[in-house]
């Protein structure tokens, strides 16, 4: 496969801002693979595609505000610095972004208030720098007060104290912080509805995975194969394991809510169709013309052109198919993105 063959035009309009509410009252494209049908439904009717004993395989990471604004020790100058991850708790050292790249060197100091600084040691890319932050407690609560929302930079409008809830799945794991991105087809379930999907019977798991800024990079070469990954840090337990496997073995469904659930499966499947718990890093970029082996049903946001995770809902189904669904939802205003509505590919 191509890269241009995962272009399509998407008008800036329908890109959406704000999310529905609520969550689970926006526009759900059905796409039924065996009759081929595009059915126009609402979220909260995803539940009428499961069935008792399905496992609904859902991605608790949770969002920080990654987001900080800063000034330089000596210029003043406004700085934004982005926090993609800690690499060390003990000196409280993180690989970060920063904005303009170009006024900020090895040995500035970024200061956030009068007493909490960091200090520029290294570089990594054109825009990454390695810092390390002069507060040695817990950090996290700096964290929460003065980041803000780390919005998709296709969302062209300042974070907003509702963003913290609004960009955050009602499930997130207070135990599971780590994402600067949520996982966004999540973001649609209500806790009402995940009592009705559970009372009818359906299998709820939970697994993990920190979701970087690698998720909005854009694939820049045309033969596939030769596009790599950024890799993100996930967990599955060995309980979550144990039940997918078992509904696998009775010949249930697995139900995967987003890209980096069915990237976390499929890159832990094992033979005979099982999945291994366990935790690590994935680099997995799945597109056609390789299959998902574990995910039967998969529910997703409409995504960017040729993005990876417009390809990786490729892999669930014909390229054709899934693009002439993209096209529908143009036609009929879906909204598209993070904040957008959702498909179902059954």
């Known amino acids: 496969m191509k890269l241009s063959q995962f272009k399509y035009p ?3 309009n329908l890109i959406a801002k704000v999310p529905k509410t609520p969550r689970d009252q926006c526009k759900l494209m059905v796409l039924d693979k065996e009759t081929g049908e595009l059915e126009t439904r609402k979220f909260k009717d995803v539940i009428d595609y499961m069935n008792e004993g399905d496992v609904l395989v859902l991605n608790d990471s949770k969002v920080f505000n990654a987001r900080l604004y800063g000034t330089k020790e000596k210029t003043k100058a406004k700085i934004e610095v982005f926090l993609l991850r800690q690499l060390s708790t003990e000196e409280n050292i993180w690989d970060v972004v920063v904005d303009p790249a170009r006024k900020v060197r090895i040995g500035n100091r970024i200061f956030f208030t009068k007493n909490l600084f960091c200090e520029v040691i290294d570089n990594t890319t054109s825009r990454g720098r390695i810092v ?16 803000k929302t780390p919005l998709p930079p296709y969302i062209k409008r300042e974070s907003t104290e509702k963003d913290k809830e ?53 694939v820049e070469v045309e033969d596939l194969s030769k596009h790599r990954m950024d890799s993100e840090y ?21 139900i995967a809510v987003g890209t980096s659930v069915a990237r976390v499966l499929e890159t832990n499947v094992i033979t005979s169709r099982q999945v291994r718990w366990g935790k690590g890093w994935t ?36 390229r054709d198919y899934i693009m002439k669904a993209y096209k529908k939802a143009v036609k009929e205003k879906f909204r598209f993105y993070s904040y957008g509505d959702a498909m179902m590919i059954v």
Do not use: W
Request: net charge positive.
């Open 10 to 12: 998407i008008p800036k």
């Open 132 to 147: 390390r932050f002069n507060y040695q407690g817990d950090f996290s609560k700096y964290i929460e007060k003065l980041g």
């Open 166 to 218: 609004d960009y955050q799945t009602v499930y997130a794991d207070a135990d599971h912080v780590g994402s600067v991105a949520a996982p966004t087809a999540g973001l649609h379930f209500t806790k009402d509805l995940l009592k009705k999907i559970e009372a009818k019977g359906v299998k709820i798991v939970y697994l993990t995975l920190h979701i970087g800024l690698g998720t909005f990079r854009l």
């Open 234 to 254: 996930y967990e599955m337990t060995k309980e979550s394991a144990d039940i997918i496997n078992a509904s696998i073995a009775k010949r249930k469904k697995v």
């Open 283 to 318: 680099d997995r970029f799945i597109h056609p013309p390789q299959k998902l082996r574990i995910v039967d049903k998969l529910i997703t946001n409409f995504h960017m052109p040729q993005s990876t995770l417009l390809m990786l809902a490729c892999a669930m189904s014909e």
